[in-house]
């Protein structure tokens, strides 16, 4: 009788037939793992210990979104955009970090404090990037405005005023449809 037979697998060749077949995803995260994908169950799994089980609401904010988002992403109307992930995740490192030097981890609150850092240093980064475009959008638009002869910064004022002019227009209506 062999191993087969009794349906005992040799450790040996499983490990060799595991490798062979199975090569280790592409490193995507920031310590070289493969990157995480967080869906409804994932954020879940992260913030319910620390917020309960009505905690949608009261994580939304710290997340910069609203509870109704975070519904949709369990409902499966949505998926966290990679924007969101971001978001969550930089919340749960800078939680980690209050937690691990509350508890007086210092080497390991350091540590997380080093990678709060850095990924908040990318997205002021990114940031300053969107800024800048935005910026030269509308110092394009105003360009091609002041060769047509238009004030752009008129235009928007203009505009500005007559919604102002038209709500008091309404609110004295209103006003006068109360006093009779």
């Known amino acids: 009788m062999t191993f087969a037979?009794?349906?005992?697998?040799?450790?040996?060749e499983l490990i060799a037939t595991?490798?062979?077949?199975?090569?280790?995803?592409?490193?995507?995260?920031?310590?070289?793992?493969?990157?995480l994908r967080l869906?409804?169950?994932?954020?879940?799994?992260?913030?319910?210990?620390?917020?309960?089980?009505?905690?949608?609401?009261?994580?939304?904010?710290?997340?910069?979104?609203?509870p109704r988002q975070i519904a949709r992403w369990r409902l499966g109307e949505a998926s966290?955009?990679?924007?969101?992930q971001g978001n969550v995740?930089?919340?749960a490192l800078r939680?980690?970090?209050?937690?691990?030097?509350a508890v007086g981890e210092d080497d390991l609150?350091?540590?997380?404090?080093?990678?709060?850092?850095?990924?908040?240093a990318v997205a002021l980064e990114r940031g300053a990037i969107a800024w800048g475009a935005a910026a030269a959008k509308v110092d394009a638009k105003l360009a091609a405005d002041a060769e047509q002869g238009?004030?752009?910064?008129?235009?928007?004022?203009?505009?500005?005023?007559a919604r102002r002019a038209a709500k008091a227009a309404r609110m004295a209506e209103k006003a006068g449809d109360h006093k009779v």
């Open 5 to 12: 037979d009794h349906e005992i697998i040799d450790i040996e």
């Open 150 to 161: 238009r004030d752009g910064w008129a235009a928007i004022d203009a505009k500005a005023e």
């Open 39 to 66: 869906d409804h169950a994932a954020v879940a799994a992260m913030v319910r210990p620390i917020f309960g089980p009505r905690w949608e609401g009261k994580f939304a904010p710290l997340v910069h979104e609203h």
């Open 109 to 120: 609150a350091y540590e997380v404090g080093r990678v709060v850092a850095r990924r908040e």
């Open 89 to 91: 995740r930089l919340w």
């Open 95 to 101: 939680t980690a970090h209050r937690l691990l030097a």
């Open 18 to 35: 595991s490798v062979a077949t199975d090569p280790p995803p592409p490193a995507a995260g920031d310590n070289g793992g493969p990157g």
């Open 80 to 84: 966290p955009s990679e924007r969101q």
